[in-house]
């Protein structure tokens, strides 16, 4: 944990972290001295940054420039200093305006979020796609297909369909598949997906009679239709937004983003960690344990359905980022996602 500061070295640490983002530029002590107000001689700030950059808060791109927040810096910054800067009406209004009126697929939704987030921060965003599994069952179908498929038709939180096609271990006929549906719809429908995946599984086993083979098999055909769908997904937007700043433009380090933010793994990772988070979690550069992300930071929110974390919404920028007003924005969005998503169930 960093050192805690004395009132007038965090003063100016605040004002040179405020200048640095405003600006982009490496801030001097003069620059300092005339923004502060604070009756300190450029000798006297001098000497403070001095003390800012052997602690490691603040650093010197070059040997007769200003300085920089590092990373340490940055994070001082956040977790005493900063006062998050409210949402202005018209951006919560317009957050929920786009998010409320939507009533489609919640893939959907998390695209309009994705690009409305991108578009509100100017940076890249992201929303990852609830789990098919924290679905409710409503009813379920079976169509069948040629060479040993069958369309599997779901209908999950009252009016979304999803359909599967699974393979079987051998040919049913539309009879079978319709008896099947019927005593999965009568014994199993209301229940989300991941305690229907346990019953099938559990009912498959203990249904040995006769008299329940066709619950048996019905249950086989059905846990073959839901799978296991613990592999995630999210939506990127506004990933061009990122090469309109400066530290970011390094052609080979912005290609090994890109290519990362493609493969998404290493993305579905971080956000796996922030689905345990109460509010918003800030990544600092080399904080995310990513070095494509070292000059980045990610600034996540979790958002809910009734009660639960269905997934994790965030934006990625620079580590210059006006975080006063990022960090209200994330927040914002991700109450307004959860609110949509349950408006549409």
């Not at 992201?126 to 079976?142: D, G, H, M, Q, S």
């Not at 009734?306 to 994790?312: E, F, I, L, N």
């Not at 620079?318 to 006063?324: D, L, N, Q, S």
Request: net charge negative; with cysteine; aromatic share 6%.
């Amino acid at each position: 944990m960093a050192e805690r500061l004395d009132s007038r070295a965090a003063d100016l640490l605040k004002l040179l972290v405020e200048r640095y983002v405003q600006d982009g530029q490496p801030v001097g002590s003069r620059t300092l001295a005339r923004a502060g107000h604070m009756n300190l001689s450029p000798a006297t700030i001098r000497n403070v940054m001095a003390d800012l950059d052997e602690a490691g808060f603040v650093r010197s791109p070059h040997t007769s420039a200003g300085r920089v927040p590092t990373q340490l810096g940055y994070r001082y910054f956040i977790d005493s200093l900063l006062t998050p800067e409210p949402l202005s009406e018209r951006d919560v209004q317009r957050i929920a305006r786009e998010l409320l009126r939507h009533g489609g697929p919640t893939c959907d939704l998390a695209e309009i979020t994705s690009a409305l987030l991108s578009q509100l921060s100017g940076m890249a965003a992201v929303v990852t796609v609830p789990k098919r599994n924290r679905a409710t069952l409503r009813r379920i179908e079976f169509l069948p297909l040629s060479e040993r498929r069958v369309l599997a038709i779901l209908v999950v939180n009252h009016a979304e369909v999803q359909n599967r096609v699974i393979s079987t271990a051998r040919e049913y006929s539309a009879a079978e598949l319709e008896r099947y549906a019927n005593a999965i719809n009568e014994h199993f429908a209301g229940l989300d997906l991941p305690t229907l995946r346990n019953r099938l599984r559990a009912d498959a086993l203990a249904a040995q009679s006769h008299v329940h083979q066709h619950l048996r098999e019905a249950a086989k055909v059905a846990a073959w239709a839901l799978g296991d769908d613990s592999e995630e997904d999210y939506v990127l937007a506004g990933g061009s937004n990122l090469l309109a700043y400066q530290e970011l433009t390094d052609v080979k380090r912005l290609r090994e983003l890109f290519e990362a933010l493609d493969r998404k793994r290493e993305m579905l990772a971080l956000f796996e960690q922030c689905l345990q988070a109460s509010g918003v979690q800030i990544f600092i550069g080399e904080e995310s344990g990513y070095q494509v992300l070292d000059e980045c930071s990610v600034v996540t929110a979790p958002y809910f359905i009734d009660g639960q974390v269905a997934g994790v919404l965030g934006v990625i920028g620079p580590t210059r980022m006006a975080y006063h007003r990022i960090i209200p924005l994330v927040a914002e969005t991700a109450l307004a996602l959860a609110t949509g998503l349950k408006a549409g169930s």
